[in-house]
Structures are given as C-alpha cells and as structure tokens.
C-alpha cells in the first residue's frame, strides 16, 4: 500500500532521500547514536524513491534499530498538565495556546543576556536532527525524530559566569489560554532545571521540531528542553525563560511530591518509584514491555557526570 501523504510519510521520504543522498552521515556521528546508520544508510536504499512510493522502506530507526513513535502517538498521547491533567487533553486543546509573537530569555548568571525572538533563535544556531528515547516517570516510552539546537551553543553564546552552576527552564504562564493553570493543578510556572554540565552535555536539546515540522503545542511549541537521558518530566515544554543560578533551583515535581520525584531523575531500572516499578516500560506502539535501559540506554555519553554519585539518594 502507499504511503498516505501525511507529514509523517513525507518526513520519511525526506529522510530517504537524505540519507540515499549521503547527507546524513554527519547527523548520525553527531548523535553518537546508530539511528539513521544502523539502518544501513543509503548504500543498500537507492534511487527507486524517487520512482515513487517506496512502499518497503523502512522507517528510519532510533538507537538500536528501534521504531519511531508515530507521528499520531507523539502528537496525541503526552503529558502537559497546563492544558489537563488527560493525556488526551493537550492535543484537544492545544489551539488554545498563542505561539506568536514569543520571545525566550536567556538570563542569571550571564555575561550576554539576550532575548530571542523565538524565529531568530532557530536561525542564529544550527538545526540538529537527533532521534531519542523518551522515557517518562510513568513507565511509558517513545522514540522521536526532534529538531532543534544543542542547548550549549546558546549557553556559550550567552557566556555563563563563574557562578553559574545551575540552569532553569521556565514554562509559559497564561491562564486565560491555559485551562489547566486556571485549575491550578500544579504550582506555576512549571520549572526544571539540570546541574549546568548536564546542560552542556552534547545530548541535551532545545527542541523547535519533530518528524521535520514545528512543534506542535501538545508537544511544547515553541521551544521545549529535551533530556533524553532523564525521566520526561525535565523536559519542560513552551518555554519562556532560561536562568542560569548559583544554588539548585526549586523544581516543580520535587516540590510538589519530593520522595517520588527527585531533582537528578536520571532514568534508573534499578531505583523504583514508591507506587510502582521502573524496571520495565511499555514502548507506545507495542505490544508487551521493555526492559528500561540504565540512562535510557545513553549511560556511554553521561554515566561520567554522575562518577561518585549514590544514584539510589539522588534519584
Ligand atoms: N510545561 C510543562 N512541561 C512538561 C510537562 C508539563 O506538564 N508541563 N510534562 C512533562 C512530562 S511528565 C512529560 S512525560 C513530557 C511529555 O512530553 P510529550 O507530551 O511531548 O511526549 O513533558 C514534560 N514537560
Ligand atoms: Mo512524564
């Protein structure tokens, strides 16, 4: 069967052709994952793509060869408590959210503090394609073809000072748009935060895309952190403000519920949560379960910033 012309099939025709056209060797040893080239590359792919639909063509993979969430599970199924508390609600309600104009800060303990107009942002840095697993603290997971920029070239370009140990993402607050903040089912704004080095880590992004469209709102448009080594709920979507702190920040679950959701929330098979296990997940899409991967599988690129840390206390 053809594929139906959806932004899902385009984005992978689109992916075809990049990778037939050799244009994605860079993006797959800069993700030091095996996405794009475990899948063999163009090498075994070739021209017939363009003599139509490919119908055979497998979709491009995350780390190990995994398949992508679909674009409808990513775009359906999420958690955004300012629009709901149903993982249904976001996507039903995400026309509410103005997306322009919007400006996100970058401030603290900075040299250049600077505002961005959110447009001028994805041009004044490079776009990155970096397919991820995504894990949330609810045991459920996905595999996501973002895009964005590496959350460092912005901090460089804003120059940290020497106090600078911490950073904080700040979410949008606008209660007439949002239901869930007139409900006030959370404190807000919703905040996270990450140790500044984690922020530097290569894996960290601003995400602006996936499947090679802007970001929807259910998904955190304009702007969302994306951490793929650390449970979903660091990931704070719709972003407005980026601070750089001395102390560690207040961050929104850990003070709404500390013993369940810890500041570091690094992904850990072997730490449960109070009410259920984190050993297994069940991957969106399939059927059965996971065995939940130490850092979300990504231990290679970040185990060392945790060396002598008791990952059992500082979940
Ligand atoms: N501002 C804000 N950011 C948020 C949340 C939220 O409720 N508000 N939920 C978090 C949680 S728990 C998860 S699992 C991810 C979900 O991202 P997705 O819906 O794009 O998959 O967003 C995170 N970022
Ligand atoms: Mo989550």
Redo the contacts with the bound molecule.
Sequence with gaps: MADPITPEALFRRRREFLQNAGLLAATAVVTGGSLYAASGGGARRRAETFAGPAPQAPMPTGPDGEQLTSLRD?TSY?????FGLEKED?AALASRLTLRPWTLSVEGEVNEPRTFNIDALTKAFPLEDRVYR?R??EAWS?VIPWQGIALRALLDAVKPTSRAKYVVFE?VVRPEELPGQKAQLLPWP?VEGLRLDEAMNDLTLLATGLYGKPLEA???APVRLVVPWKY??K????LVRIRLVEEQPATTWNVVAPTEYGFFANVNPSVDHPRWSQATERRIGEAGRRPTLPFNGYGDQVASLYRGVDLTRFF
């Design positions: 990513v999420n958690n955004f408590y300012e976001p995504f949330c603290v996905m979410s919703y259910q998904n955190g979903g709920f990931s704070a979507k719709s």
